[in-house]
């Protein structure tokens, strides 16, 4: 019998898909090639020459998320009892997913317009984050049942404020980069790290490229803070792993970016770049959801210890 914990990693993985098929659709300028939703040009099995393989076949998938998330649904609420977080969490996965639905929709009439593609893939992106959170809280059972792994007491409001800035912040840097390639800014700046050779922009192209540069800066140094905080306070071992996994991803999503630039922006290397950044908010989204669960679970532990040192003999 599935588990919870493993359904929602299997939704997760499936919506990590959906996304992926999605901005490869949109990168090979495939999004409108089906002009009606739900249908494709009012048919449901419609030619697939061209484009329209790689968007139709998306939206088969993204309504295949659908028995998987009603699936979810009720696992959570049998498994009710075991969290006091699967609840709330349940329930914003299956919002989350109702609003991304109406957002594809709303993609398609409006033409995939920069801010509703970037609206489409914040809410994925979000989607994503909550699958993510649903697996974490089931296997740890929100409480003193799972163990921080490690030999300190951890409270650390400073970790968590790190870890959660710097998942804020990758989000924010995603929704920018989305605003880019959507609206045809990628190669508005073709020098490093100036544009066109100057400090100084002028297009709104450029500005929205420079301004997706600034804010992949600002997540690098993040994620250096937040990868010295975990090794330099304590911090558990599942805390560290996901910290230094995020680290190393930012990294190399900063190398995807500048290859980008360098080489013109190929597929496969957009498609990439898109990919890895996912895994980079994912990354901190569990550091920082170990972190306040760990947090949670010393507390729990101390108080369980002093409860026990003060009952009598």
């Not at 249908?39 to 968007?55: D, K, N, Q, V, Y």
């Not at 898109?274 to 980079?280: D, I, M, P, Q």
């Amino acid at each position: 019998m599935i588990t919870l914990r493993r359904l929602a990693l299997l939704t997760d993985l499936v919506a990590f898909v959906v996304v992926l098929l999605g901005s490869w659709t949109r990168i090979n300028a495939a999004g409108l090639t089906c002009p009606d939703w739900p249908t494709c040009r009012h048919s449901l099995f419609p030619s697939l020459a061209g484009g329209t393989l790689w968007e139709w076949t998306h939206r088969l998938l993204a309504f295949a998320l659908l028995p998987l998330v009603l699936a979810l649904a009720i696992h959570v609420w049998k498994r009710r009892n075991r969290s006091p977080f699967l609840v709330p969490t349940g329930a914003l996965v299956l919002a989350l997913f109702v609003v991304q639905v109406g957002l594809g929709a709303a993609t398609v009439d409006l033409d995939n317009t920069p801010f509703s593609v970037v609206l489409h893939w914040g809410t994925a992106m979000a989607l994503i984050a909550s699958l993510l959170a649903l697996a974490i809280f089931a296997e740890d059972g929100g409480g003193i049942r799972g163990s921080p792994r490690s030999a300190h007491p951890i409270r650390t409001p400073s970790l968590f404020a790190i870890l959660s800035a710097t998942a804020v912040i990758t989000f924010a840097t995603m929704c920018i980069g989305a605003y880019v390639s959507s609206s045809g800014a990628g190669l508005a700046c073709l020098s490093i790290p100036g544009c066109a050779g100057n400090a100084v922009v002028y297009t709104p192209g450029q500005i929205v490229q420079m301004l997706h540069r600034g804010a992949a800066a600002v997540t690098l140094l993040f994620a250096v803070a937040s990868f010295a905080l975990v090794w330099l306070r304590p911090a558990s071992q599942r805390v560290r792993a996901a910290a230094s996994a995020g680290l190393g991803l930012v990294s190399l999503q900063v190398l995807l970016g500048l290859l980008n630039i360098v080489l013109r922006l190929p597929t496969d290397l957009r498609e990439l770049h898109a990919a890895n950044a996912v895994l980079v908010f994912l990354s901190f989204v569990a550091a920082t959801l170990f972190a306040a669960l760990d947090s949670v679970i010393s507390s729990e532990r101390s108080a369980l210890t002093v409860r026990k040192i003060e009952e009598p003999a």
